[in-house]
């Protein structure tokens, strides 16, 4: 039934995968479906943003976090699941959708853990915009 699966994973917020990452190895186990951890960076390239900054920020940035990346999925990601990194730029729902294009995924799998308004409360705000603009199927962990 699904052979791509997405997980957007902030790697300094630990709610963002603690409850996501078992239902997504879950599902990976059972249809043999393929594992995309995704990390969002902030789009540091808009000249707005990038200006205040040093040069050669976003490349140093994007080291360190795919390094961290990596180091997660060899922590947490069992050996017996095809896993791929991927580090995508922009707000975190967009940069999700994108990738989610991107590599093809048929499952998005994500969790729902911030609780500033009610529409937050109820899902997350982020969850929403990737469960209302995706085209594939959206699982909200909670």
């Not at 709610?15 to 789009?43: E, I």
């Not at 360190?64 to 060899?74: L, P, Y």
Request: neutral net charge; charged residues 25%; contains cysteine.
């Amino acid at each position: 039934m699904y052979s791509k699966i997405l997980l957007p994973v902030d790697l300094n917020e630990e709610a963002s995968w603690s409850k996501a990452l078992p239902t997504a190895l879950t599902l990976c186990r059972s249809f043999g479906a393929s594992l995309h951890v995704v990390t969002v960076l902030p789009d540091y390239q808009m000249p707005l943003v990038g200006s205040y900054f040093p040069p050669g920020f976003a490349e140093k940035a994007r080291e360190t976090v795919s390094k961290a990346q990596h180091e997660f999925i060899r922590d947490k990601v069992p050996e017996d699941i095809q896993v791929q990194s991927v580090i995508v730029d922009g707000s975190p729902w967009e940069a999700i959708i994108k990738a989610s294009r991107k590599i093809e995924a048929d499952l998005i799998v994500m969790a729902s853990h911030t609780k500033r308004k009610f529409v937050d409360y109820v899902l997350g705000p982020n969850a929403e915009h990737v469960v209302h603009h995706s085209k594939v199927s959206v699982m909200i962990v909670r």
